[in-house]
């Protein structure tokens, strides 16, 4: 972590066990994260990357060891389901849109059934459009878009409840080099302009060089764990 951020989110000594497989997916992994961080997580497959950014987004608990998210303990008695649509924002390689809502009311599904106003809720909506670009296809259903806009759709919809950190994995993986490079230009507007915490998992060096710092996972471990040079331009 650099030295002058506050940590938003601390994993300590982490293992992950699936018995059914005989697995230890993680292997005693400890790492903070720090408020505002952009950080990405590479390793073979298999090594574990997943498994650890299910475990950050609270979508699976780990086997023993200890999370904690500003400061507050994540255990049993965690209402997760309200910690994650109030504070984490997830983007995954396959969209998940729903395909007969707009590409505007698929932004706004994260905001049902939280008491949101409607006209609040579509203006919040408008917004997050518009910060991705794709002001111009909010009536178009996801078939109507091509993949890269669905993947913007896809963002803005993680960004609703204003997340305090964004989990992505392979958030690039579907995509060609050209669109893999929009969505990354768009990743780092939400880190530089919305000051938002970026962790993702993946495979590509570019996505991994886009970020502040790399984690690489061997066999369940962090095998390396180091900030990206950058170029001065
Ligand atoms: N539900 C499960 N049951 C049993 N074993 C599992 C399960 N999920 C993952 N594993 C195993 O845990 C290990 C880590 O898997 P994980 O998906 O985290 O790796 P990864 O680094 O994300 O791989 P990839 O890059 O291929 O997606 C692998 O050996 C995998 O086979």
């Not at 720090?34 to 997943?50: D, N, Q, R, T, W």
């Not at 008491?115 to 178009?140: F, N, S």
């Not at 690489?216 to 764990?225: K, N, T, V, W, Y």
Request: proline share 4%.
């Amino acid at each position: 972590m650099s030295d002058d951020a506050s940590v938003l989110l601390s994993i300590s000594d982490v293992t992950k066990d699936y018995p059914d497989g005989n697995v230890r997916a993680l292997d005693h992994v400890s790492f903070d994260v720090g408020v505002g961080e952009y950080v990405a997580i590479m390793g073979p497959s298999g090594s574990g990357k997943s498994t650890l950014l299910s475990i950050l987004g609270t979508l699976d608990r780990p086997s023993s060891g200890s999370l904690t998210f500003e400061g507050q303990s994540i255990d049993a008695g965690t209402d997760l389901d309200e910690l994650r649509s109030r504070a984490i924002g997830f983007v995954f390689q396959s969209f998940y849109l729903l395909p007969t809502l707009t590409a505007l009311e698929n932004i706004q599904v994260p905001m049902f059934g939280r008491g949101w106003p409607v006209a609040e809720r579509v203006e919040k909506a408008r917004e997050l459009i518009e910060a991705v670009g794709m002001a111009d296809r909010a009536k178009h259903l996801p078939k109507q878009l091509s993949v890269g806009q669905r993947q913007r759709i896809a963002i803005a919809r993680s960004l609703a409840n204003d997340p305090r950190l964004l989990l992505a994995d392979e958030p690039t993986g579907n995509l060609d080099t050209v669109t893999a490079a929009g969505i990354l230009e768009l990743f780092e507007q939400l880190h530089s302009d919305r000051k938002m915490t970026l962790v993702t998992v993946t495979h590509s060096e570019e996505v991994a060089m886009a970020a502040q710092r790399v984690i690489c996972m061997r066999d369940g471990q962090i095998e390396s764990d180091q900030l990206v040079a950058r170029s001065q331009s």
